[in-house]
């Protein structure tokens, strides 16, 4: 049974940092692509950064500087680092497991993520 299971999240003040964790289970973690993407209320969900199965990273325009993912196959756990936190990060944050190759798309349950001003 796969499964992804986010933690970390939770209230913080601006300029603030968390480190969102996400456990994975159930399939071959070292062959997915990881991601967080997350949602805001009345928005889209929006891809916040990806590791690739080899270690490369991307991130969204707004992020970049301030977030950091990682990821560690030992532990089958992919992990946000995010500081300097602002009041526009406030969203839930989800966790997803992607494998192109055979089409395998796993997501986790989400994690709130809310920073006051």
């Known amino acids: 049974q796969v499964q992804l299971v986010e933690s970390g999240g939770g209230l913080v003040q601006a300029g603030g940092s968390l480190r969102l964790s996400c456990a994975a289970s159930?399939?071959?973690?070292?062959?997915?692509?990881m991601s967080w993407y997350r949602q805001a209320p009345g928005k889209e969900r929006e891809l916040v950064a990806i590791?690739?199965?080899?270690?490369?990273?991307t991130y969204e325009g707004s992020v970049k500087g301030r977030f950091t993912i990682s990821r560690d196959d030992a532990k089958n756990t992919v992990y946000l680092e995010m500081n300097s936190l602002k009041p526009e990060d406030t969203a839930v944050y989800y966790c997803n497991a992607l494998r192109t190759f055979t089409r395998e798309n796993y997501w986790g349950q989400g994690t709130q993520v809310t920073v006051s001003s």
């Open positions: 159930g399939f071959t973690f070292s062959r997915f692509a």
């Open positions: 590791i690739s199965a080899y270690g490369s990273s």
